[in-house]
């Protein structure tokens, strides 16, 4: 799966979320219940810096906050030559394994096989806020999920001038 233009349209609920529903023998529940189980509101909270995530401008570009180390970055610029755009979607690059390492993604949730699906929400997400962020650059996310499994689902982005 690779795309630069995440899009999240058909959505299939995740089978902890089926399981916990058939377990409440309620099939009308829905994914806003299930958030206010078990500390949801904490981790939703949290997920807030995922999903609208704060971020920097130097050097011409845009960088996730979270990743940007100015000594790093200026690494970057030397090893790519400048190159701006480059720069940008290698230290804004997530992915999703290191984010989730402490979760068990291969057990009967079968948490592993949601991830992709959670990548390109984030996109859509990382698409809209950078956007209306910066309406004076064209923001181009980009999705992926390794063919041969080698980082999983990631998620990056450079921000463009007009």
């Not at 233009?5 to 299930?34: C, I, N």
């Not at 400048?82 to 940008?88: K, N, P, S, T, V």
């Not at 390794?146 to 990056?156: A, I, Q």
Request: aromatic share 14%; hydrophobic share 35%; net charge negative.
């Amino acid at each position: 799966m690779s795309t630069s233009e995440p899009v999240w349209s058909e959505r299939e609920l995740p089978a902890f979320f089926r399981q916990w529903r058939s377990d409440w023998g309620d099939e009308e529940l829905s994914p806003y219940d299930y958030l206010d189980f078990g500390g949801g509101l904490r981790f939703v909270l949290a997920a807030a810096w995922l999903f609208c995530p704060e971020t920097v401008e130097y050097r011409g570009g845009v960088f996730l906050k979270e990743r940007f180390h100015q000594g790093t970055v200026d690494d970057w610029f030397t090893n790519l030559e400048g190159d701006r755009r480059r720069i940008e979607l290698v230290v804004n690059h997530v992915e999703l394994w290191d984010v989730f390492l402490n979760t068990p993604l291969t057990d009967d949730d079968r948490l592993g096989e949601e991830l992709p699906r959670l990548a390109l929400a984030l996109g859509e997400c990382w698409q809209g806020v950078l956007s209306a962020r910066y309406p004076d650059r064209d923001i181009t996310v980009e999705v992926s999920d390794e063919e041969d499994g080698s980082y999983g689902p990631t998620v990056t982005f450079r921000a463009d001038p007009r």
